[in-house]
């Protein structure tokens, strides 16, 4: 459980639930799609999302990715949604990790007894990226195909950042590096989201390392 293990290590063992902006503080919250046509919005969330993560992943030659998939106890529970993930190919290599864990907010829940997500994660090349952005900025619209419906996270475990694309709306910036998001701060100001900009600048704006 190598890659778990160096997520939980630098990110804490909660980063993958619920809103990262919100939960690790001192992060970023950027505004990708802007109104519209649906076809507009999810263009322009992918082009700006393939801009961000350029900054973000600059240098690297490979993507550390986890996928959030929701289903039952057996990951065969998640096999729709896995072909889907493959033909797109992003069900990338043979040595993938896989973790499951109740939601918390459903352990009271009948209906959800039996109901967990499933994790999986591994490298994948950096070219994969449009791809991997295809997949979280397709989750809000059924029009636009594929979509697999999982939740994306990805990580620069080199420079101790996480991004979450959590749809066409947005995208969170987390992790302990704070001069590195301080950088993204500058580079990205015209993105961030104004409801949130207060916090952002609270932390960021005069910020020195």
């Known amino acids: 459980m190598e890659i778990r293990r160096h997520i939980e290590t630098i990110f804490g063992p909660h980063v993958l639930i619920g809103s990262p902006f919100y939960d690790y503080k001192g992060g ?9 046509h649906y076809l ?15 900054k973000v992943f600059a240098s690297e030659q490979k993507i550390v990715v986890c996928l959030k998939i929701f289903g039952d106890t057996s990951l065969l529970s998640t096999l729709p949604v896995i072909r889907e993930l493959n033909e797109m190919g992003l069900f990338f290599g ?38 991997i952005l295809w997949c979280a900025f397709s989750s809000d619209f059924g029009v636009i195909q594929p979509n697999p419906g999982a939740r994306v996270y990805l990580f620069n475990l080199q420079k101790k950042i996480m991004v979450y694309p959590y749809d066409d709306r947005g995208m969170d910036i987390v992790g302990p590096n704070k001069v590195f998001l301080k950088e993204l701060y500058d580079a990205l100001n015209a993105y961030l989201l104004d409801y949130d900009r207060a916090a952002m600048d609270a932390v960021f704006l005069k910020f020195s390392p």
Request: proline content about 3%.
């Open 40 to 54: 507009k919005q999810f263009l322009m969330a992918h082009r700006k999302g393939m801009e961000i993560c350029e």
């Open 94 to 131: 043979k040595e993938k990790e896989h973790w499951t864990a109740f939601e918390e907010d459903w352990k009271d829940d009948e209906d959800y007894a039996n109901c967990l997500w499933h994790y999986v994660a591994f490298n994948a090349p950096l070219e994969l990226l449009p791809n």
């Open 28 to 36: 970023l919250r950027v505004k990708l799609s802007e109104g519209g």
